[in-house]
């Protein structure tokens, strides 16, 4: 497995998700490829960042937006 | 009774409480998402209104072979599409392959090689930065994000919503990462080694 193909399948999963035989292939080739490595790590910092910034995004969903949801519902049909 | 099992009959006969936990199970995952995909504070409050009055309306098309939380997402997502027309901008993001490409020499090695973790770039900087980065991205690439990374969807879940192939969520999810980590070092994260 080269650089290329290790860091494609790692910038287009989630690791967790792929089949067992592909992560040990990773595993394999990121621990003698400091440069995979570190790859991985900003791909995770990425993803760390993003999730943050996008769960905070939605953090102020007005108090009252549940009550006009279901009046909404509750008028039609 | 186990979350996103609200009884459809129920449902369609407009039973106030299964109405009530519909929208307590789903109200602010829908919201959530909305915002991540880019509509603005108002126009996601909307789109999540139209979301559920769609959703009762169209009842008796859903079969029950997804969970009511991804149909409930799919129609969102049409919604937040409906908003934002932006085919030029996913149009523009394909020249990204081509930088991907060029990180590599011929025989797959690392021609620009990945930089150790920059402990300069503060978590403060990151953040900040994310959050210019995030608004660079094409409406596609975010929902993505937000249907891979933040509700946690598998790449098939994904797919389903989108309406895409569980390959074409990895090449956009690949897309996002890579975009984002062009930008973040243009904004001063060190990614590449001098």
């Given amino acids: 497995m ?32 400091r440069y995979c490595r570190r790859f991985y790590g900003q791909v995770r910092a990425i993803d760390r960042g993003v999730r943050a910034a996008l769960s905070q995004v939605g953090d102020e969903m007005p108090a009252d937006l549940m009550d006009r949801v279901l009046k909404k519902m509750s008028g039609t049909g | 009774m186990a979350p996103g099992t609200v009884p459809l009959a129920a449902l369609a006969a407009r039973d106030p409480e299964a109405l009530r936990r519909l929208a307590e199970e789903n109200t602010a995952r829908l919201y959530r998402a909305a915002r ?76 620009r090689r990945p930089a150790a973790p920059d402990r300069q770039f503060t978590s403060r900087q990151m953040s900040r930065s994310v959050a210019e980065c995030l608004d660079d991205l094409s409406p596609q690439q975010r929902q993505v994000f937000v249907l891979r990374l933040v509700e946690e969807l598998t790449g098939a879940e994904a797919g389903n919503i989108l309406g895409l192939t569980v390959t074409h969520i990895g090449v956009l999810l690949h897309r996002a990462r890579a975009r984002m980590r062009v930008c973040l070092e243009g904004l001063g994260w060190n990614t590449t080694e001098a």
């Avoid at chain 2, 991540?36 to 909307?46: C, K, V």
């Fill in chain 1, 2 to 33: 080269t650089c290329r193909e290790t860091s494609t399948i790692v910038a287009e999963s989630t690791l967790s998700e792929l089949p067992l035989v592909v992560r040990a292939r990773l595993w394999l080739h990121m621990a003698a490829c």
């Fill in chain 2, 36 to 111: 991540g995909m880019g509509l603005s504070a108002d126009e996601a409050e909307d789109a999540v209104q139209d979301v559920f009055v769609t959703f009762l309306s169209t009842l008796d098309r859903f079969e029950g072979r997804s969970a009511v939380s991804t149909w409930l997402y799919g129609i969102l997502l049409r919604k937040a599409q409906e908003r934002r027309r932006a085919r030029a901008r996913d149009q523009r993001h394909e020249a990204l392959d081509d930088d991907w490409q060029a990180n590599f020499n011929a025989d797959g090695t690392w021609a």
